[in-house]
C-alpha cells in the first residue's frame, strides 16, 4: 500500500513534531513516523514501576521558544510549566549555597560567602539579560551563509550587525563567551567556589568538554538564553515530565491534521535521481510523499537512512567528522522518602522543602567537574560525576505515589566511548558512582532507593536513537553551530538531496528542546513548496 | 490596628515573606514566600490551603427564612433544595447590583449568605415584617478553602470519607478532627475545591488536620495573590476591582446590572416579587449598556512592543488591578481593562474588562493600553468568553 503525503517528518521527537505541526498548519498533509511505542525521542515520561514516572531523559524546558508555544497554543494540550524556586548546591563542609528566583534572598544568601560576589551577581545577571536579548533575533531566523552576496542573505547580516551594534560593550563580552572556557570566564566574575563550579557545570552540559575547555562557555549562554514568560535563565519543570511536552506538541499536530504513526521505524529513505522520493518502513512498507524530513541526528540521518552513493563525497566527510561524542548519563530513582541532605540538617522538615524544590547541583567547585572529565577524557565514567538534580513529585505529585518522590540525576561524564568493557557491563557501576557521590551529600540516599534506572550514552543511542548518546544531536561547539550547524553550506536545512530536509537539533539553534529547528525547517519546506 | 484571623496561630510562622495585606480589618497573607508561585502551582496541580475568614457571614434561620432570602437576591433561593449552593447578585430597587455572594440552604428554614463586603444592615432592613432571625456569625466562623486537583484526597482523607460524593455546589455538615464543620464544594479559583466553615475557636485544630493529613499530597498554605491569578483565569469578577457596589458608586458610570456583570443567568425574573424585580425585567428587555469580558492580548504585537524598545517582554506575574483603557480598533475608549495577569498556565496575557457593549461581543478586536518604558502603547486583544480556565475537573 502506498499512501502519498505532502510531507513524511522521520522520527517523532520534540522537533519532528513542532515540524509536523507548522507543516500541518500550513495546510500540508504530513505523516510522522516513530519507531518506539511513544513519540518525543530524547523527551519523553515513562512510567517503569506502577505510579513512578520518569522524565527519561530531558527534565526541565527554558529554550522552547514563546512563539511556538503561542502558535501551536500548548497549553491546551496539556503543556505546563512549574516553578522551580532556585538552585541548591551542597558544600564538602556541610554549609551550602543556595541561589533563590528572588533577587534580594540571593544576594542575602551569597553576601554568606562573599560580598564582592554578592554585588558581581547583580552584574553578572545584567550582562546575561542583554546578551540573551542581543542572540534572540538568531534563534528565530535561518542562518544566512557569511560566503553569499545575494541581497536577501547580505540584509540579514545586516540585520545582525545591527542588533549587536545598538550595545558595543556587550559585543566584547559576547566575543568573549564565545571563545572562554566557562570557568575562565566565571573566574573573571567570581571567588566562591560553589558558586563558580555551579554556573561553570552550565558550560559543561552535554558537551565533551570540562569547564576549563575553551568553548565551555558558549553553552553556558546556551542554558542561559532561554526564557519563561520573558525571564531570561528561568528553567520550568514540565507537569508530567518532558513526555508531557512532546505529547502537547503531538496533540497540536493531530489537531492541524497530522498523522502520526508510532512502531513504524524507518530503515530507509528512497532516492531517485538525486530526489527523495518517500520511505521504506522496517519490516518493508513504503510510503511516498513529495518531501522528506529527517529530525533524526545528522549521523543517523545521513549514515544509517541514506544510502552513500546518493551523498557527495565532501559532504559525507563533513558528516563523518560532525562531533558527537556522548557524555553524560541519566539516572532516575524512585525514592521512599526525601533525600536528606546533611547541609540542610540545621532546618526543620517544612523549612528543607524549598531548597529541595529547585534543581540541587552537585558541583562544589571547578575541580569537581573538571577531575570528573579527567575520567572521561581517558575513558572512563567518572568516578566522582557532576550532577544536575532535580525532585519533580515536590512540586508536580502526578509523577510519584502520595508520600514517595522521584528524582532526576543528569549526570556528568560517561562518555561513549569506553578505554575498557562495554557499557553494557559498566553501566551499573557508573550508577553506583552516581549514588556514592550523591551519599556523600545526603548520607540516607540508599536506604530509600526504591527502584534506580541508569542510562549510559550508549543505552540512550539503542533506545533513544541518539548517536553516541549526545543529547544536542552534535556538540554545541562554535565549529558546528550556526551558519556551520551541522555542516557548512547546509545550515539552512536543506540536505544535497533534492526534497529531503533536516529539523531536528543537528540544525541551528541547536539542541535543548528549542523546538526552533523543527520550526524554521517547516517554514523553508513551506517556502519551498508553496 | 489590624488584627488576626482565627488562624493566625498557624499563618503567622508559615509567612516568610512578612507580606501581609489588610482584608476587612483582618491581617491576611498576600503571600507565603516571595515566590508566589509555588502556591499558584499548589491550587492547579496538588492542593492550596487558603484562610478567607474575613469574609462576611450571616445566618437567616426561622420560618420566613426562604421567603426572606428570596426576597433580597436576583437567584430562586426558594426553589433551592437543602444542601444547595448558588452564587448570586443582589441588587438595589433600581435593579443596579449592590454585591454578589454565595447563598446556602443548610436547611428548609436555615439559609447563610456569605460575601466579601457587608451586607447585614440590607439583610435586617428587608427581613422587617418577616419571621426571621438573622445573625451576623462573621466574626464566630472562620473559613478556609482547600483547592486543586488533590483537594477531594485530602478532604476525604480529612473526613474519613465522608466527601467523597459531594456534589459541585452542595454544602454538608461533617467533622474534621473532632469539629463540627460545614464543607461546600465552593471556591473562588475555578478549580476543584472545597470550603470549610469552622467555629472559630476550633479553626486551628481543622488547620492542622489538613496539613497532616494534605502531607502525602503537598497540601501547601497559599495566601491570596496566588488566588487572585487563579479567579483571573476562572474569569470570577471581584467586588471593588471589576465593578463597584451600586451602595458605592460614585458615577452612573460605576452602576451595573446583573445582566451587565454576565450574571444574568443568576437572575429569575419569572417568580415572586424580589428587590430590583420591576427594574430588571426593563433592563433586560433594553439590553446592557456594557458588559465584563475577558481579554486575550496577543504576543506577537505585545513582545514587538517591547522589542521597539529594546526590552524583554515585562508581564505581569501576579494580578494588577490598576485599571487601564481599552479602546476599539478605531482608536476611540471603549472600556477599561481592571484584573489584569499574565497567566503562565495559559502562556497568555489575560484580563477582565468593561466595555461598552457594541463592543462586547466575543472575537471584537480590541486595543489594550500597556505601558512601554514609559510610553503608553496599545496592544492588540481580542474579547473572549471570561472563563479562560475552567477545567472539567472543577464540578467533576
Known sequence: MSKSYDAIIIGGGHNGLTCAAYLGRAGRRVLVLERRHLVGGAGVTEELYPGFKYTVCSYVVSLLRPQIIADLELPKYGFELLPLDGTLTPMRNGDHLMRWHDAGETRLELMRHSAADAEAYEHFAMLMYHLGKAVRPMLSMTPPDPTSLAPATLAKLAEIARTFGKRTDYLYDLAKLMTMSSADFVEQWFETPALLGTLASSGIIGTFLGPRSPGSAYVMLHHYMGEIDGEFRAWGLPRGGMGAVSESIASAARAHGAEIRTEAGVERVLVKNGRATGVVLEGGEEIHAKVLVSSLDPKNTFQKLVEPEHLPEDFRTDIDRYKIRGSSGKVNLSLDALPDLTCLRHLSADQRIPYLSGAISISPDIEHLERAYDDAKYGRHSRNPYMDIVIPSLIDPTMAPPGKHVMSLFCAYAPYELAEGTWEDNREAFGDAVIDTLAEFAPNIKDIILHRQVLSPWDMEQQMGLTQGNIFHGELTLEQLFFLRPVAGYADFTTPLRRFYMCGSGCHPGGGIMGAPGQLAAQRIISDTA | MAIGTPLHSRTEPLCHSYDWMQWSGYLSVSSYNDFVQPEYASIRNSAALIDLSPLYKYAVSGADAPALVDRIVTHDAAAMSAGQVVYTPWCDPSGMVRQEGTVFRYEEDRFEIYAAEPAFEWIRRNAVGYQVEVTDRSAEVAMLSLQGPHSRAVLNAATDGAIGGLGFFRCTPTRIAGVDVAVSRTGFTGDLGYEIWIPADEAVSVWDRLMEVGAPWQITPCGLVAMDIARVEAGLILISVDYVSSELAHTDDDLVTPYELGLGWAVKLDRGNFVGRKALRAAKQAGPRRCVVGLEIEWQPLEEAFMAADLMPELPMTVCREPVPVYSDEGR????????????????????????????????????????????????????????????????
Request: with cysteine; proline share 2%.
Open chain 2, 333 to 396: 475608549q471603549v472600556g477599561r481593562a481592571t484584573s489584569k495577569v499574565w497567566s503562565k498556565l495559559l502562556k497568555k496575557y489575560i484580563a477582565l474588562a468593561t466595555l461598552d457593549a457594541d463592543r462586547a461581543q466575543i472575537g471584537s478586536r480590541v486595543e489594550m493600553e500597556v505601558t512601554v518604558q514609559y510610553r503608553r502603547c496599545r496592544v492588540a486583544a481580542t474579547v473572549v468568553d471570561k472563563g479562560f480556565f475552567r477545567p472539567a475537573r472543577m464540578r467533576a
